[in-house]
T-cell receptor
């Protein structure tokens, strides 16, 4: 599939907001996803956004989608040490079941 | 909470050997998937499986790979003759339905090291 790009590393202080960015290249993607992977665990679906939406909020999580620029972001408010993990952006293809993932952004939250 | 379980968590094998990676999907799920992540690279789709047959596969999933649902609970990935470049983390996933807005539940992964 076409490449989904993410920055590899982000460090924030506890209590600050974190913003993880992602760019994708498949304009026909219908859904875009954020997955979280904690150490030793599987990929956990955090949230997803439909491509006709600009924003989706779910408690501390805010997803922003700029379809014109093919840019997706995940904002975590009041970041906690338990939020330290790898965050994967993924896009759905126009057909089929295969998700197209980025390489993941490793978020480190320091006290 | 139901979860996808994978065994073993880490497997070391010699080049040329066959390996079978095992997964127990969530019990009422109907769609099953394998993905892999080579160290430092992105998570890549390998194959999806529904109704006892492959529904979609990627270019990576060549003749060396096969999947099977040998009984009502297990879903396996077999690599017939492993190569060094098969070293990766392999993730199994399952979902209740297929389609674009499906929530796929992932296992914790099996780290395969080919030496």
């Amino acid at each position: 599939g076409e490449d989904v790009e993410q920055s590899l590393f982000l460090s924030v202080r506890e209590g600050d907001s974190s913003v993880i960015n992602c760019t994708y290249t498949d304009s026909s993607s219908t859904y875009l996803y954020w997955y979280k992977q904690e150490p030793g665990a599987g990929l956990q679906l955090l949230t997803y956004i439909f491509s006709n939406m600009d924003m989706k909020q779910d408690q501390r999580l805010t997803v922003l989608l700029n379809k014109k620029d093919k840019h997706l972001s995940l904002r975590i408010a009041d970041t906690q040490t338990g939020d330290s993990a790898i965050y994967f952006c993924a896009e759905s293809p126009s057909s089929g079941y295969a998700l197209n993932f980025g390489k993941g952004t490793s978020l480190l939250v320091t006290p | 909470e139901p979860e996808v379980t994978q065994t073993p968590s880490h497997q070391v094998t010699q080049m040329g050997q066959e390996v079978i990676l095992r997964c127990v999907p969530i019990s009422n799920h109907l769609y099953f998937y394998w993905y892999r992540q080579i160290l430092g690279q992105k998570v890549e789709f390998l194959v999806s499986f529904y109704n006892n047959e492959i529904s979609e596969k990627s270019e990576i999933f060549d003749d060396q790979f096969s999947v099977e649902r040998p009984d009502g609970s297990n879903f396996t990935l077999k690599i017939r003759s492993t190569k060094l470049e098969d070293s990766a983390m392999y993730f199994c996933a399952s979902s209740h339905v297929g389609g674009l807005n499906t929530e796929a539940f992932f296992g914790q992964g099996t780290r395969l090291t080919v030496v």
